[in-house]
């Protein structure tokens, strides 16, 4: 049998043979985080099965259309007073991108790991790892393949959402014709594509375009224009009243300009540290960059968290591109 077969079998079989399960996925979720965590849970209900979906913070509100997104349980607001020993990690390349929600672990706990960053560290005790899919919903459109269940609307549409959005709107170099197919099935349970591109990808907050006119008002360029970056302050966040799902897509600015083959975007956290998000075109790879940084993610598009001033910060990520270029 082949590695994926193989990998989706044990993944099949850890879920049918637990109950009361913990599901979770990284902190800051995106589309495909998000998608991915109700998509389990979806799977775990029509199994009869009892579980948890956590989170360590809030999940964006223009995913609240997703299957039981009000189930979601935001462990800054709520944490619950119980451990688990079922745990399903979906979307996170390392156990420390579950963040708070790992002290819900029971000691020894069972992990199933399913994720897609090819820096994956295999940290579950069984693992269901596809580098070169698309997003995490599509490695879970082929393990809910593999259950007697009857498909919905709900579920489609989470998958969807998943594909829809690490893949750009199906335009970056990850839509494969497997996503493509994928896509064509899911449309079929009555998936409305247009309006969730529409939803997810062309509608701009007012905070995401206060922030935007002054993010590139500092627009800097390194190496020949090779590299080209903006950074947000709290003071900015403040100011335009923007909270972290705001920042989405702002990277892909600097990234998008001719002859630019690294986007940057740094996030001040504080004044200790700074989020750092990479984009990348076919000459570079930022999953080995974030991953050096003590990061990780995709080959075009990755990023990490790195210690000290916002001016530093800078300095050293730069070089480090540069050197990698
Ligand atoms: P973003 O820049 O949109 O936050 O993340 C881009 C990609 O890099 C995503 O696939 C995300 O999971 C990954 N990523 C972002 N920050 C980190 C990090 O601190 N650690 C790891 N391992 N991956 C990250
Ligand atoms: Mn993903």
Redesign the pocket.
Known sequence: MEHYERQLEEARQFIAARDDFLVVS?V?P?GDAASSTVAVGWLLAQLGKTFCMINEGSVPQRLSYLWSYDRIVNYAEQPPRRQFQNVICV?C??F??VGKVGQLFAEGADVLNIDH?P?NDSYGSVNLIKADAAATAEILFDLLKRFEIEWSLDIAEAIYTGLLTDTGGFRYSNTTPKVMAAASELLQYGVKGHQLADHLLEQLTMPHVLLLTKALSRLSFAANNKIGWIYVTPEDMRETGAVNDDL?GL?NYPRNIEGVEVGI?FKQIDNEAV?????SGPGANVAEI??SL?????VR?????VYGALDDVIKQVIERVKQAL
Do not use: F, N, P
């Open positions: 990284h800051q995106d979307d390349a390392d420390a991108r960053h820096t989405e990277v975007l989020k750092v998000s990479m984009r974030a991953h003590g990061g990780g993610g995709h598009a990755a990023g990490c968290k």
